[in-house]
């Protein structure tokens, strides 16, 4: 994960109670591993969206993924 989406999920302030930075990687991998089951075969990238919540309101991050031989 680039610095910047990390900001933009999980790092970008002080998190409000009840979350923290562990529990917000935990959400964007999830949300990823279930966009990667509707990929068809032979895809390599993958488009999908996180809702954060910022402690007033929900916001939607773009992220993508990129996925090599050997990967």
């Known amino acids: 994960m680039t610095s910047t ?3 933009a999920c999980i790092g970008w302030g002080e998190l ?3 979350q923290d930075a562990a529990g917000g990687l ?3 991998l999830m949300v990823m591993k279930n ?3 509707k990929l ?3 895809s390599d990238r993958i488009f999908f969206y996180v ?3 910022d402690g007033s309101k929900h916001n939607l991050v773009k ?5 090599g031989p050997g990967d």
């Not at 992220?63 to 996925?67: G, I, P, Q, R």
Request: hydrophobic share 60%; glycine share 8%; charged share 5%.
């Open 35 to 37: 966009a990667i089951a």
């Open 16 to 18: 409000p109670a009840g």
């Open 26 to 28: 935990w959400d964007v």
């Open 5 to 7: 989406a990390y900001a």
């Open 40 to 42: 068809p075969p032979g």
């Open 51 to 53: 809702s954060v919540f």
């Open 63 to 67: 992220l993508w993924a990129l996925c």
